[in-house]
C-alpha cells in the first residue's frame, strides 16, 4: 500500500513506516508545505496513493466534498505517538490491499481500526 502523509503526521509516523517497507511520501519531500487542502489531496489522487492525516477537519471537509480518492486514513491520539497505535497502523496496512480502500474512511486509534465507506 502506498501512503502519502499530510503535514500533520509526526516524522516518528513516516520513519516507523518507512521501516517496514511501507512506499510513503509526504508533503515536505514534494514541497506541499503550507498548500490548501484541495491542492495535498489532489496530489495524493494523482500519484494514487491513500491519504494519511491527523486532522479531523481536513477529513470532514473530504467528507462533505463526497470526492473520489484512494483512502484517507485518520490516526486519532493525544500527546505523544503512543506505541499502541503504531501496532494498529501496521496490523491494518498488513490486513488491507490498497483496492479496497478507495473511497474509504479507515480511523486508527491505540486499540482499533474502523472503515467506513464514504458514499459518493
Known amino acids: ?7 500533520s503526521v509526526p516524522k516518528i509516523i513516516k520513519e516507523i513506516l ?39 477537519k481536513f477529513v470532514t471537509r473530504i467528507f462533505l466534498s463526497k470526492g ?20 494498529v497502523l501496521t496490523e491494518f496496512l498488513k490486513k488491507y490491499q490498497e483496492k479496497e480502500l478507495k473511497n474509504t474512511l479507515i480511523v486508527i486509534d491505540r486499540e482499533k481500526f474502523r472503515i467506513r465507506r464514504i458514499s459518493n
Open 68 to 87: 473520489k480518492h484512494y483512502g484517507v486514513i485518520l490516526l486519532r491520539y493525544k500527546g505523544k505517538v503512543p506505541e499502541e497505535l503504531l501496532r
Open 18 to 56: 518507512l521501516n517496514v517497507e511501507v512506499p510513503v511520501v509526504d508533503v515536505f519531500e514534494l514541497g506541499l508545505s503550507g498548500s490548501d487542502d484541495e491542492v495535498v489531496l489532489a496530489e495524493a489522487q494523482k500519484r494514487r496513493r491513500t491519504f494519511v492525516t491527523v486532522d479531523l
Open 1 to 7: 500500500m502506498k501512503l502519502f502523509l499530510d503535514e
